[in-house]
């Protein structure tokens, strides 16, 4: 088994990242793993969309 792990600032870029990796590797995936967070920083909002793929 083996785990890719994306981390984009949009979460259009991590849909993006994921369909790429599974239409390039075909992988025999078992499950993805979704996280959002979000930070400010000063006035700015910082926003993280991730996933870990678990496949084989």
Known sequence: MKVKIF????EKDL????N???EEENPE????????SLGVFSEEQIYCFSA???YK
């Open 7 to 10: 981390d984009e600032s949009h």
């Open 15 to 18: 849909e993006d990242a994921i």
């Open 20 to 22: 790429e990796f599974i």
């Open 29 to 36: 995936i078992f499950d993805i793993k979704f996280s959002s």
């Open 52 to 54: 870990l793929i678990m």
